[in-house]
């Protein structure tokens, strides 16, 4: 009886623990993390930037508002190496996902 009840708070400990994780992977990339409350705005990557440059910028343009959800998940998709120079569209209220993507494949604004 009492390795049945060790056993069954083990097992509620780690529910816990994984929906918590689930929880929190799920609000880093679907949660919105960029202008939010704001209107879109234009965002310049240069050819020179690396993506600690890059990051810093909009963190301190007021463009992202959690600047280690975007580093993390820029870093598990590869975007961190693989950074693509020009003139980017940010929405209000876009997620960390849509806006990688949108910078991993240069879904750039043409530049006149």
């Given at each position: ?45 240069y050819s020179d930037d690396s993506f600690d440059e890059f990051r810093d910028r ?55």
């Amino acid at each position: 009886m009492n390795k049945l009840k060790i056993f069954a708070t083990a097992l509620v400990v780690f529910t816990i623990f994984l929906s918590s994780f689930t929880f929190y992977i799920y609000q880093l990339i679907y949660a919105p993390n960029f202008l939010i409350g704001k209107e879109p705005h234009f965002v310049y990557v240069y050819s020179d930037d690396s993506f600690d440059e890059f990051r810093d910028r909009l963190y301190n343009e007021n463009i992202v508002n959690n600047s280690m959800a975007f580093s993390l998940l820029a870093k598990w998709m590869n975007y961190d190496k693989n950074i693509k120079p020009g003139k980017y569209l940010i929405e209000g209220n876009e997620n960390n996902l849509s806006v990688i993507r949108k910078l991993r494949s240069g879904d750039q604004v043409p530049v006149r």
